[in-house]
């Protein structure tokens, strides 16, 4: 089972800030990657796919990167909505297709 | 618009078998690019897959739960359901359903259900 691990737990960043979360897998998964947000009693909203390509309808603002092992996503100058937890999934060869445990974005 | 219902009980007791049903809307679930999938979070915890299934029938279960878990689907109602055996209190959960869009081997969930708080308590 690929083991998808997220830094950090918590994040503090002042709105209009950058905000940059990490997961890393603990094998390479290629680009099979995908990034999910949840807001308090939602349900997760898919953000990216195949690492780096955004969603249908997700803000520019919202950005991701990596291969292989390290993936990042990045949120320029965060707005009041972006306030979430933050989910990394990969999608690489058979399941399991496991999450990362999330990363917390809040109010600095 | 692709809507995706839960529906079921919402609160069961120690040992019953958890049955699930997931209302596919605004589109067809005998698609050739997506599974259809069930995804749980416990009260404060992350997200764990449970089990996908093709329309064709052909399923993917996590070795976690593959022992007491059973995932089905109804072409002719637009619905795919869950079961789960033996619930404790380690069930309790929120369960989503999702569409799975799949590439190659695997893939995202690109559409959500709002979920269903299921408790498991004596």
């Known amino acids: 089972e690929i083991v998808m691990t997220q830094s950090p737990a918590t994040l503090s960043v002042s709105p209009g800030e950058r905000a940059t979360l990490s997961c890393r897998a603990s094998?390479?998964?290629?680009?099979?990657l995908a990034w999910y947000q949840q807001t308090p009693g939602q349900a997760p909203r898919l953000l990216i796919y195949?690492?780096?390509t955004r969603a249908t309808g997700i803000p520019a603002r919202f950005s991701g990167s990596g291969s292989g092992t390290e993936f990042t996503l990045t949120i320029g100058s965060l707005q009041s909505e972006d306030f979430a937890v933050y989910y990394c999934?990969?999608?690489?060869?058979?399941?399991?297709?496991?999450f990362g445990q999330g990363t917390k974005v809040e109010i600095k | 618009q692709l809507q995706l219902q839960e529906s079921g009980p919402g609160l069961m007791r120690p040992s019953e078998t958890l049955s699930l049903t997931c209302s596919v809307s605004?589109?067809?679930?005998?698609?050739?690019?997506?599974?259809w999938g069930w995804i749980r979070q416990p009260p404060g915890k992350g997200l764990e897959w449970i089990a996908s299934?093709?329309?064709?029938?052909?399923?993917h279960y996590n070795l976690s739960l593959q022992s007491r878990v059973s995932i089905s689907i109804d072409t002719s109602k637009n619905q795919f359901s869950l079961r789960l055996s033996s619930v404790t209190a380690a069930d309790t959960a929120v369960f989503y359903c999702?569409?799975?869009?799949?590439?190659?081997?695997?893939?995202?969930?690109?559409?959500w259900g709002q979920g269903i708080l299921v408790t498991v308590s004596s």
């Open positions: 299934i093709y329309y064709r029938g052909y399923t």
């Open positions: 195949g690492a780096s």
């Open positions: 094998q390479s998964i290629s680009s099979n």
């Open positions: 605004g589109g067809s679930i005998s698609s050739d690019s997506h599974y």
């Open positions: 999934q990969h999608y690489n060869n058979w399941p399991p297709w496991t």
């Open positions: 999702a569409r799975q869009r799949v590439i190659g081997t695997g893939g995202w969930f690109d559409t």
